[in-house]
């Protein structure tokens, strides 16, 4: 295991992002990036701290699943940033920071990689990385959140991500989607400067901002899809996303708004969709 050279992954960033940077830290090994900088004071308002680890031994996924990442095979970092006061569809921030992965990744020249309501980043139909999303207590009226994003880079061939991607097959990493995958140093440091103007940009136009492009990379459109809900489960095909985040589905009963679950099980697209 080694870690990354914390100048490197700056190099990337723009003025601003540089400016607006508190802290950045690089460790090895950590038990996880987002309980780490969740125990840590809270970044100014506007302002940001990263942690980056090569390999996380407590990794976290939604529903504290854990996220099972091999040393040295994937790029693990969290980012936490505080907002002057609580922004409008907090709870789609998931999703706005999803089209922002993409967006650096695209920098990157990195094409074909899709998102999946709600968390999760898609290639070759598996499971790229993942997003998880927290609130961290801070000042009365500001709101710190806490967002971990997790990449595999060069995954071993035979990995088990448990319950964590029933919906998919396999995984998937950057190795096997792109040409010349980039440096960690320098797909971190991307990730970085993107998650900052997404930060931003949430802030100044909120949800509503991001939805054409999350519409526009939603692998899960027009796909048969199962649902676990909080008091139930249900199937149906599904058909997009509502302005405020929630995930559509047109089930035999009509169609239903899923606002918190977990797709345990997604099929190919239905012709035509």
């Given at each position: 295991?080694?870690k990354?050279?914390?100048?490197?992954?700056?190099?990337?960033l723009?003025?601003?992002?540089t400016?607006?940077?508190?802290?950045?830290?690089?460790?090895?090994?950590?038990?996880?990036?987002?309980?780490?900088?969740?125990?840590?004071?809270?970044?100014?308002?506007?302002?940001?701290?990263?942690?980056?680890?090569?390999h996380?031994?407590?990794?976290?996924?939604?529903?504290?699943?854990?996220?099972?990442?091999?040393?040295?095979?994937?790029?693990?970092?969290?980012?936490?940033?505080?907002?002057?006061?609580?922004?409008?569809?907090?709870?789609?921030?998931?999703?706005?920071?999803?089209v922002g992965?993409?967006?650096?990744?695209?920098?990157?020249?990195?094409?074909?990689?899709?998102?999946?309501?709600?968390?999760?980043?898609?290639?070759?139909?598996?499971?790229?990385?993942?997003?998880?999303?927290?609130?961290?207590?801070?000042?009365?009226?500001?709101?710190?959140?806490?967002t971990?994003?997790?990449?595999?880079?060069?995954?071993?061939q035979?990995?088990?991500?448990?319950?964590?991607s029933?919906?998919?097959?396999?995984?998937?990493?950057?190795?096997?989607?792109?040409?010349?995958?980039?440096?960690?140093?320098?797909?971190?440091?991307?990730?970085?400067?993107?998650?900052?103007?997404?930060?931003?940009?949430?802030?100044?136009?909120?949800?509503?901002?991001?939805?054409?492009e999350?519409?526009?990379?939603?692998?899960?459109?027009?796909r048969?899809?199962?649902?676990?809900?909080?008091?139930?489960?249900?199937?149906?095909?599904?058909?997009?996303?509502?302005?405020?985040?929630?995930?559509?589905?047109?089930?035999?009963?009509?169609?239903?708004?899923?606002?918190?679950?977990?797709?345990?099980?997604?099929?190919?697209k239905?012709?035509?969709?």
């Amino acid at each position: 295991m080694s870690k990354l050279d914390v100048a490197g992954v700056q190099q990337p960033l723009t003025e601003l992002a540089t400016l607006k940077l508190e802290k950045l830290e690089s460790f090895s090994s950590i038990a996880s990036t987002n309980t780490y900088l969740m125990s840590q004071p809270p970044p100014a308002v506007g302002c940001y701290r990263v942690a980056i680890a090569d390999h996380q031994t407590s990794g976290r996924g939604r529903h504290s699943r854990h996220w099972i990442s091999a040393p040295g095979s994937g790029l693990c970092l969290s980012f936490s940033y505080t907002f002057a006061s609580r922004p409008g569809q907090l709870e789609g921030l998931t999703l706005a920071i999803g089209v922002g992965v993409l967006g650096a990744l695209q920098r990157l020249e990195i094409d074909g990689v899709s998102l999946k309501w709600p968390n999760d980043v898609v290639a070759l139909d598996a499971k790229l990385g993942g997003i998880l999303t927290e609130l961290q207590s801070g000042k009365p009226g500001q709101v710190t959140v806490v967002t971990g994003i997790g990449l595999n880079v060069d995954i071993p061939q035979r990995i088990d991500f448990g319950g964590e991607s029933d919906w998919a097959h396999r995984a998937v990493d950057l190795k096997s989607v792109a040409r010349n995958p980039p440096g960690r140093e320098l797909l971190a440091g991307t990730l970085v400067d993107q998650l900052f103007l997404t930060f931003k940009r949430f802030e100044a136009s909120g949800l509503p901002g991001f939805m054409r492009e999350w519409r526009e990379n939603d692998w899960l459109l027009g796909r048969a899809i199962t649902v676990d809900m909080p008091d139930r489960q249900i199937t149906g095909i599904a058909a997009g996303v509502a302005e405020d985040g929630t995930l559509l589905v047109d089930t035999n009963n009509g169609q239903a708004r899923v606002i918190s679950g977990s797709i345990v099980m997604a099929g190919p697209k239905e012709r035509g969709a």
